[in-house]
């Protein structure tokens, strides 16, 4: 199985601030990395696919980066609705794998 | 637009089976090339991919679940079902449905999950 471990597990940040999350693979997965937002309580919601393509809807302030083990998402200016639970996950082999997550807090 | 809603009982006694259905609505669950997908997440923990069918009934499970697990579609009905035998206390999460939408590159196709269910709880417990 391919292992994602994200960086940090958590932070603390203020509105406005500029968020990065890291996201490792333990083996290359190309470009095949996406990213989700789960507030409390709720479902993930899609945020970026294949590294760096924005789901219909997302905020442009939400981008992706990155390819083979390492990958990036950052939010350029934190909103108060960002404070949530972010995931990585691997779509390049079965079984998909997803990172233990990234909880944002408020500062 | 696309919803999907999980369905089943919320309490399983241990050494039973767990049985899940995800009723999907908004659009056909034979259209589209999608892999239609069961993910849990136990309580405060990360997220688990569970497995995967297609509208054909072919399908694609986790190693660590396979033995157990059973995932099946009924297109008359637009829906898809789990059943996970021989449960025990470390089968208590949350389970979502989710779509698998794929992306095409060339010959490669890889998928993201783009619309969720909103998550059922189920317990084992006696």
């Known amino acids: 199985d391919i292992q994602m471990t994200q960086s940090p597990s958590s932070l603390s940040a203020s509105v406005g601030d500029r968020v990065t999350i890291t996201c490792r693979a333990s083996?290359?997965?190309?470009?095949?990395l996406n990213w989700y937002q789960q507030e409390p309580g709720k479902a993930p919601k899609l945020l970026i696919y294949?590294?760096?393509n924005l789901q219909s809807g997302v905020p442009s302030r939400f981008s992706g980066s990155g390819s083979g083990t390492d990958f990036t998402l950052t939010i350029s200016s934190l909103q108060p609705e960002d404070f949530a639970t972010y995931y990585c996950q691997q779509s390049y082999s079965t079984p998909w794998t997803f990172g233990q997550g990234t909880k944002v807090e408020i500062k | 637009q696309v919803q999907l809603q999980e369905s089943g009982p919320g309490l399983v006694k241990p050494s039973q089976t767990l049985s899940l259905t995800c009723t999907v609505s908004?659009?056909?669950?034979?259209?589209?090339?999608?892999?239609w997908s069961w993910i849990r997440q136990h309580p405060g923990k990360g997220l688990e991919w569970i497995g995967y069918i297609y509208y054909s009934g072919s399908t694609s499970y986790n190693p660590s679940l396979k033995s157990r697990l059973t995932i099946s579609v009924d297109t008359s009905k637009n829906q898809f079902s789990l059943k996970l035998s021989s449960v025990t206390a470390a089968d208590t999460a949350v389970y979502y449905c989710?779509?698998?939408?794929?992306?095409?590159?060339?010959?490669?196709?890889?998928?993201?999950?783009?619309?969720w269910g909103q998550g059922t709880l189920v317990t084992v417990s006696s």
């Open positions: 294949t590294a760096s």
């Open positions: 908004g659009g056909s669950i034979t259209s589209g090339g999608y892999y």
């Open positions: 989710a779509r698998g939408a794929p992306t095409i590159f060339g010959v490669v196709i890889h998928y993201h999950f783009d619309y």
């Open positions: 083996h290359s997965i190309s470009s095949y």
